[in-house]
Structure formats: structure tokens, C-alpha cells
């Protein structure tokens, strides 16, 4: 992450005060962004938003307040820039956040949209900001290329699809993690989905598998898992409902928790639901 812009800082003192209030502002600066760097999905959150709508010179942005300890007031947005460029709540920021947003996608310079994305990141204290920092990330393809293959998975059983989600797992996770996430797909496709899968290789695809296969890879994201039941028979009032996927059900190990939007708690297969998008990807609530 390269900086761009930082919060004010101090006005007129020693020397030797300066440059030691200058090392506490510049460890706090750092213990801020690595703060923000820690919350679970907020970087894959704020990358694809930002990939997403990466041909509006978007300012991506985080904010949340100082008593906000986990994370999970944190708030992400987009603004592209037909807005941004007009927008006087940015053109008077602190960090004069306008002035470094033009310059930076002029044509003569070094951004690249396709590989970089702007953020600024913000705290905020009885609604004033106590932190405020504009900086340039680096797309991670991995991330990128993980939703595209989820996207995939759900709209269709081909083999083509479940193979490449085989390789992104391999090249995701670490050596250990990945086989094992692996041989638990096989495992679970010749176990409960009826699957025939020779050692090693990649099982035949089928709705649940791929359902199951697609939820594997949003957990590794760590984003929210947006779901639809469907062909449900004993509780066939419930087709057609939509919730958030909470993970494997651990009182019965074919089944998958689903928190319904209604707050109602339901336990269903994977081949009993769909994976949808409504709206931008979200990391998971904690």
C-alpha cells in the first residue's frame, strides 16, 4: 500500500519534540493501517467493489469511529468520479483528497486502473476525524479470480468450472490447507452427493457440489454468503426465501446453516439452495 495523503499534523515546535511527535504520529499511522488490514473480508470487500467499477476512476472509502474495536462498523463505499471531482465535501477534506485524486488519474500518471485501486481510510471522533489516509493498493488476482470462478460454479454444472475452482483452492490456501479442503470436497461428493471421483481427481459436478464448493471459496474470502431455498419438500413454505449462509450445520454434517432475513435459523442441504448476489460482495458480519 503506497501512502498518498496523511492527517494534519502539529504546528510550530522544537526540533527534537517535532521529530518525536512525528515518530508517534508515524507509529500510530502504522498501527492504524494494520488495524484496518486485520478486520476479516474488508480487503476483499473494498478490491472488488473497486474492480467492479474500476473504468469510473472510483475513490473507494472506509470509515468508522474511534470506539469501533472489531471492526464491524465499518462502513464501505464508492464514489467514481464524475462525482468525487465535483464533490466540495472532498475538495475541502484535510487531506485535500480531490487535489491527490486528479493527479493521480491524469494521463501522465503511473496509476494503472486494471492493477491499482484508491482508498481512503478514516476514523472518525464525535464526528470529526481523528485519522484520515488516502493510499494506493494493488489489485490481488487471487481475490478477483476467486469471485469469478463462484460466479461460475452457480450458474452451471460444467467440469470445466469445478477444475478451476481445484486449481484456485491449490494456489489460494496454503500446501496443507488446500489438500486438505480438497480431499474434503472428494470426500463429501462420493459421500453424500453420490459422486463417483477416482483418487485424486476432481469429482463429477452436480448443483450441491458446486453449491458447496463456491461456499468453500466466499468462506476463504471471508465474505457473506447470499442464498435462495429452493426444491424443498418438507418445508416447502420456505422455497423462494432468502438468507445469509452461516456455514456447516455441526449437528448434522450434510447440512448447512442459513440464517433466513426474517432472523429465523434453518438447516438445509446443498442441494437445497441457491447462491445469489444482492448487490456488492459484503465481508462476513461478525
Same mark, same amino acid.
Given at each position: 500500500?503506497?501512502?498518498?495523503?496523511?492527517?494534519?499534523?502539529?504546528?510550530?515546535?522544537?526540533?527534537?519534540?517535532?521529530?518525536?511527535?512525528?515518530?508517534?504520529?508515524?507509529?500510530?499511522?502504522?498501527?492504524?493501517?494494520?488495524?484496518?488490514?486485520?478486520?476479516?473480508?474488508?480487503?476483499? /470487500?473494498?478490491?472488488?467493489?473497486?474492480?467492479?467499477?474500476?473504468?469510473?476512476?472510483?475513490?473507494?472509502?472506509?470509515? *468508522?469511529?474511534?470506539?469501533?474495536?472489531?471492526?464491524?462498523?465499518?462502513?464501505?463505499?464508492?464514489?467514481?468520479?464524475?462525482?468525487?471531482?465535483?464533490?466540495?465535501?472532498?475538495?475541502?477534506?484535510?487531506?485535500?483528497?480531490?487535489?491527490?485524486?486528479?493527479?493521480?488519474?491524469?494521463?501522465?500518471?503511473?496509476?494503472?486502473?486494471?492493477?491499482?485501486?484508491?482508498?481512503?481510510?478514516?476514523?472518525?471522533? /464525535?464526528?470529526?476525524?481523528?485519522?484520515?489516509?488516502?493510499?494506493?493498493?494493488?489489485?490481488?488476482?487471487?481475490?478477483?479470480?476467486?469471485?469469478?470462478?463462484?460466479?461460475?460454479?452457480?450458474?452451471?454444472?460444467?467440469?470445466?468450472?469445478?477444475?478451476?475452482?481445484?486449481?484456485?483452492? /491449490?494456489?489460494?490456501?496454503?500446501?496443507?490447507?488446500?489438500?486438505?479442503?480438497?480431499?474434503?470436497?472428494?470426500?463429501?461428493?462420493?459421500?453424500?452427493?453420490?459422486?463417483?471421483?477416482?483418487?485424486?481427481?476432481?469429482?463429477?459436478? *452436480?448443483?450441491?457440489?458446486?453449491?458447496?464448493?463456491?461456499?468453500?471459496?466466499?468462506?476463504?474470502?471471508?465474505?457473506?454468503?447470499?442464498?435462495?431455498?429452493?426444491?424443498?419438500?418438507?418445508?416447502?413454505?420456505?422455497?423462494?426465501?432468502?438468507?445469509?449462509?452461516?456455514?456447516?450445520?455441526?449437528?448434522?454434517?450434510?447440512?448447512?446453516?442459513?440464517?433466513?432475513?426474517?432472523?429465523?435459523?434453518?438447516?438445509?442441504?446443498?442441494?437445497?439452495?441457491?447462491?445469489?448476489?444482492?448487490?456488492?460482495?459484503?465481508?462476513?458480519?461478525?
Amino acid at each position: 500500500m503506497r501512502d498518498l495523503a496523511c492527517g494534519p499534523q502539529g504546528g510550530t515546535r522544537s526540533v527534537r519534540s517535532a521529530r518525536r511527535a512525528n515518530k508517534d504520529y508515524n507509529q500510530m499511522t502504522r498501527d492504524t493501517l494494520d488495524w484496518f488490514a486485520k478486520v476479516p473480508g474488508l480487503r476483499h /470487500e473494498l478490491e472488488l467493489l473497486a474492480w467492479k467499477h474500476r473504468s469510473e476512476a472510483p475513490y473507494m472509502h472506509a470509515e *468508522t469511529v474511534l470506539s469501533d474495536t472489531d471492526g464491524s462498523g465499518i462502513r464501505v463505499g464508492m464514489v467514481p468520479r464524475r462525482i468525487w471531482a465535483e464533490d466540495p465535501g472532498i475538495n475541502k477534506g484535510p487531506s485535500s483528497f480531490c487535489a491527490q485524486l486528479q493527479r493521480m488519474f491524469s494521463d501522465d500518471s503511473s496509476f494503472c486502473a486494471e492493477e491499482q485501486y484508491v482508498c481512503g481510510l478514516n476514523i472518525l471522533n /464525535e464526528g470529526k476525524s481523528e485519522f484520515s489516509k488516502l493510499a494506493v493498493s494493488s489489485f490481488d488476482h487471487t481475490t478477483i479470480r476467486g469471485a469469478e470462478i463462484v460466479e461460475a460454479l452457480t450458474a452451471g454444472t460444467g467440469a470445466e468450472e469445478l477444475a478451476d475452482a481445484f486449481a484456485w483452492i /491449490e494456489s489460494a490456501f496454503p500446501a496443507h490447507a488446500a489438500q486438505h479442503k480438497l480431499q474434503t470436497i472428494r470426500t463429501r461428493a462420493t459421500s453424500l452427493h453420490g459422486s463417483t471421483t477416482l483418487a485424486g481427481s476432481v469429482p463429477v459436478p *452436480t448443483h450441491a457440489i458446486n453449491n458447496e464448493v463456491a461456499c468453500m471459496i466466499l468462506n476463504g474470502l471471508y465474505l457473506e454468503i447470499d442464498i435462495c431455498l429452493t426444491g424443498l419438500r418438507g418445508a416447502a413454505h420456505l422455497n423462494g426465501r432468502e438468507g445469509i449462509m452461516r456455514g456447516p450445520d455441526p449437528a448434522n454434517g450434510e447440512r448447512w446453516k442459513v440464517r433466513l432475513d426474517d432472523g429465523t435459523c434453518v438447516s438445509a442441504k446443498a442441494a437445497n439452495f441457491v447462491l445469489i448476489r444482492r448487490g456488492e460482495y459484503t465481508r462476513k458480519s461478525p
